[in-house]
C-alpha cells in the first residue's frame, strides 16, 4: 500500500494549500519563484475550486488547473489534489436543496459560506462522485501528482428528513428489530417506545432532554456518514492510482469524527493544528494533537495545516512571535510529522480569511512571515534525510475513545463542568509537564508494549475494553484512571453499582456510594494537594491501599487516590503540579523515563528514530545539561554536555 514514504521519499514535505484562483496568472510565476526560494515542495491545490472546475451543473473547466498541473512540474513541486466536494458551487444548492444540510432546529444551511453539503444526500453524492471520477482521469497519470486530499476537514451534521431516512436504514442495520432498538435505547424511559421505523427522526430540537442513546446513535451515524462519503470518493481516486496514498485532513480532537475509525481508512493520517500563540500551554496542546495524530497514524503523519501567523477565527487572534512559528514545526517534526504545511500559501485579499495568515503574508517577500517560512525550509531541508520514515516506541499510552466521549458529552449529567477533552488535556499536560513522551491508544487496542497506560476518563467501556485493561494489569502493566470511567456500557447504560464492578474489583473500590462533584473554581483539600471538579465517596475494599485521602468536609477520610496492586484510581482532578508529581512518581515506579533527566521547565526533550530534539518554550535561554559531545544538525554548532537554547530555540542531535 502506497503511504508518505512513497511521497516524500526521504524529504520532509513543506509547503501548504494554494489556492490560485484567487490570483491573476503573473502571480503564479511570482508565487513558484517564492516556493523555490522557501524550499516549498509540496501544495494542495483545488480543496475550494468546486465552482471554478464545475461553473454550471456538469460542466467542466479544467485548462486553469492543467496549466498549475504543469507550472507545478516543471519547477520541481509535487501536488496534492484535492477533490473540492467540500464547498459545492451556489448552482448545486439553488438547483437541489436537497444537497443542503439542516440544523436541529430545522433551519437549512445555505450556500454563501462552505461546508453546506448533507452527507446523506444522494444528489451530493452524485455529483461528488463524478467531479472525482473526471479529475481522477485527468489527472491520475499527471507526473505533479504525488498525493489525494479529499474533501476538507469534514465536519457537518446533518438533521434533515433525506439523513432521517439513512439513520434509520443506519439503525435497522444495527439492531436488526425494533425490539433490540428500544431495549438499546431504553426507551421505556419517557414512554418513547417505538413501533414503526417510520417514527424514528434524527435527534432535532425538543422540550426537554432528549434520550441519550439516540443522541449517541446519531453521532455515531454521522461520523459514520461522512467515513462514506470520503471512502466513495477514495475508492474512486484509488482506482485510477492505485500507487498513490489518500488522505483526509481531521480537526484534532474534533467531536464529530472517530478518528480511530477514520484513520483506518486512510494511507497518510493528517491534521490541522493551530494552537494559540498566547497560550502559555500552546505547545502542550500541539504536542498533544501531534501524538494522537502519530499513534493513529502509526508512524508517520502529515501536518496538513497550521498558520504562519495569525488565525482569523479566535475573538482576538495574535500573529506568531519571532521564531515560534519554526518552534513548533519541528516540534511537529520531533513528533513524527513528515509533512510541515500550511494553509494557505498567499494570504488572501478577499474573502472571510483575508486576516488569516499564509506563508507569505501581506507584507509579502520582505515580510517577516516569509522570510522565517524561507529560513525554516532550508533547516528542515538539513534534517529531512535523517529525520524522515523513523518512529519512536513510548513507554507510555494514555487511552482515548470517541464513543466514550459521545456518551459522556450529553445533557442531564451531574456536572455540566466535566468536559472530556480538558481532562484529556489536563492528563496530557501532567505528562508533557513531567517531560513523559506518550502515546495515545484505544481502550481496545493491544497494550502490551506499554509501561503505563494512563486513562483521563472513559466513561462508556465495551465489554472488550473492560477485558483488555485487566489483561494489561494482570500481565504485569501499571494502570492509572481518572474518576467517572466504566460508568456505562456501550448503548449508556449504567453499569451495576455505578461502575462495572470487575473495574471496581481491579482498583479495589469495594463500593460507590455517590458522586460529589465541585462547583467551578471549588476545592477540595487532599493529603497533599487539592482536588478540583470531582469527588467520590468510595469505600475501598481490604486489598486497596489509600494513597491520598480527602480532608475535612463529608468525605474526610475516604481515597482520593487509591491502589491496588498496579491499578491506581484516582476520584478527583488534582491540581495540575499535583497530577505531574502522581504521574511522575507512577511512571518512575513502572520504569517509564523522562527522555532527558533534570530538565528545567519550558524544555521539552523528544527523541524521534536515532535523534534528540531539545525544544526552549520560553522566550529567555535556557542551559540543558545533555552528557556527551554533540553536534547540531540544524546549525553545525558543536557543544559538550550542555546546550544553551536561545529564545524559542531548538537544537536537533544524534543521540
Ligand atoms: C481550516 C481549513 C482551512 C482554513 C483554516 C483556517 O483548517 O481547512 O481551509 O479555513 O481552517 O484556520
Request: with cysteine; glycine share 8%; aromatic share 10%.
Amino acid at each position: 500500500m502506497p503511504d508518505l514514504s512513497t511521497v516524500t521519499n526521504g524529504r520532509i514535505l513543506y509547503g501548504g494549500d494554494y489556492n490560485p484562483e484567487q490570483w491573476p496568472e503573473e502571480t503564479w510565476l511570482e508565487d513558484v519563484r517564492l516556493m523555490k526560494a522557501a524550499g516549498v515542495n509540496s501544495v494542495t491545490l483545488g480543496v475550494f475550486s468546486w465552482a471554478e472546475l464545475e461553473p454550471s451543473p456538469g460542466a467542466r473547466e479544467f485548462g486553469w488547473l492543467d496549466r498549475l498541473m504543469d507550472l507545478m512540474y516543471e519547477n520541481g513541486i509535487g501536488v496534492v489534489l484535492a477533490t473540492p466536494t467540500s464547498s459545492p458551487p451556489p448552482w448545486m444548492g439553488h438547483l437541489h436543496p436537497d444537497t443542503l444540510p439542516v440544523d436541529q432546529d430545522g433551519r437549512t444551511e445555505w450556500w454563501g459560506g462552505r461546508q453546506h453539503f448533507s452527507h446523506s444526500s444522494a444528489t451530493y453524492r452524485r455529483y461528488a462522485a463524478a467531479i472525482t471520477e473526471d479529475l481522477a482521469a485527468r489527472y491520475g497519470s499527471h507526473p505533479a501528482l504525488t498525493m489525494w486530499h479529499i474533501n476538507n476537514e469534514y465536519c457537518t451534521f446533518d438533521w434533515s428528513d433525506e439523513a432521517a431516512a439513512r439513520f434509520r436504514d443506519w439503525l435497522q442495520n444495527k439492531y436488526g428489530t425494533l425490539a433490540e432498538l428500544n431495549e438499546a435505547w431504553g426507551t421505556a424511559f419517557w414512554s418513547q417506545g417505538y413501533g414503526d421505523w417510520a417514527e424514528i427522526h434524527t435527534p432535532r430540537h425538543a422540550h426537554y432532554l432528549k434520550n441519550p442513546t439516540q443522541v449517541l446513535d446519531f453521532r455515531r451515524f454521522t461520523s459514520d456518514m461522512l467515513l462514506e462519503c470520503y471512502a466513495a470518493e477514495r475508492d474512486i481516486v484509488r482506482r485510477a492510482t492505485p500507487h498513490l496514498p489518500v488522505t483526509t485532513n481531521f480537526m484534532p480532537l474534533w467531536i464529530g469524527q472517530d478518528a480511530w475509525r477514520w484513520a483506518e481508512e486512510e494511507d497518510v493520517v493528517s491534521v490541522d493544528l493551530y494552537p494559540d500563540p498566547r497560550d502559555p500551554l500552546g505547545a502542550q496542546q500541539g504536542a498533544l494533537v501531534q501524538d494522537m495524530t502519530r499513534s493513529q497514524a502509526r508512524g508517520p503523519w502529515m501536518l496538513m495545516e497550521q498558520a504562519a501567523g495569525p488565525v482569523n477565527w479566535r475573538g482576538v487572534n495574535h500573529p506568531k512571535p519571532r521564531g515560534l512559528n519554526r518552534l513548533w514545526s519541528l516540534q511537529a517534526v520531533a513528533r513524527g510529522a513528515d509533512a510541515v504545511c500550511y494553509f494557505q500559501w498567499r494570504q488572501s485579499r478577499q474573502g472571510a480569511e483575508k486576516f488569516h495568515s499564509g506563508m507569505v503574508s501581506h507584507a509579502g517577500e520582505e515580510g517577516r512571515t516569509y522570510q522565517e517560512v524561507k529560513q525554516l525550509g532550508a533547516e528542515l531541508a538539513c534534517i529531512s534525510g535523517e529525520v524522515t520514515g523513523s518512529h519512536t516506541a513510548n513507554d507510555i499510552a494514555v487511552l482515548h475513545d470517541w464513543h466514550a466521549w459521545w456518551a459522556s458529552a450529553q445533557d442531564g449529567r451531574l456536572s455540566s463542568e466535566v468536559d472530556h477533552p480538558d481532562l484529556v488535556k489536563a492528563w496530557h499536560r501532567a505528562l508533557w509537564q513531567a517531560h513523559l513522551t506518550t502515546d495515545f491508544a484505544h481502550p481496545e487496542h493491544d497494550l502490551s508494549a506499554y509501561r503505563l497506560v494512563v486513562v483521563p476518563q472513559l466513561y462508556a467501556l465495551t465489554d472488550a475494553a473492560i477485558e483488555n485493561l485487566i489483561a494489561y494489569v494482570q500481565n504485569g502493566g501499571t494502570l492509572v484512571s481518572g474518576f467517572l470511567t466504566g460508568v456505562a456500557d456501550e448503548d449508556d447504560r449504567v453499569r451495576p453499582g455505578g461502575m462495572d464492578v470487575r473495574l471496581r474489583e481491579l482498583f479495589g473500590i469495594r463500593t460507590l456510594h455517590e458522586w460529589w462533584p465541585l462547583d467551578a473554581g471549588e476545592g477540595v483539600e487532599c493529603d497533599g494537594f487539592r482536588g478540583t471538579l470531582w469527588s467520590e465517596e468510595i469505600e475501598k475494599d481490604e486489598e486497596s491501599v489509600t494513597e491520598a485521602a480527602f480532608k475535612g468536609g463529608e468525605l474526610d477520610g475516604l481515597p482520593a487516590v487509591l491502589r491496588k496492586g498496579r491499578a491506581w484510581y484516582v476520584s478527583t482532578l488534582p491540581e495540575p503540579e499535583a497530577l505531574r508529581g502522581l504521574l511522575g512518581r507512577i511512571a518512575a515506579d513502572a520504569g517509564a523515563r523522562p527522555v532527558l533527566d533534570g530538565l528545567p521547565d519550558q524544555i521539552e526533550a523528544v527523541r524521534r528514530g536515532d535523534l534528540l530534539f531539545v525544544l526552549n518554550h520560553s522566550r529567555e535561554p535556557v542551559s540543558v545539561e545533555v552528557p556527551g559531545t554533540h553536534q547540531d544538525l540544524l546549525t553545525g554548532t558543536a557543544f559538550t554536555d550542555e546546550v544553551t537554547l536561545l529564545r524559542y530555540g531548538v537544537v536537533v542531535l544524534r543521540s
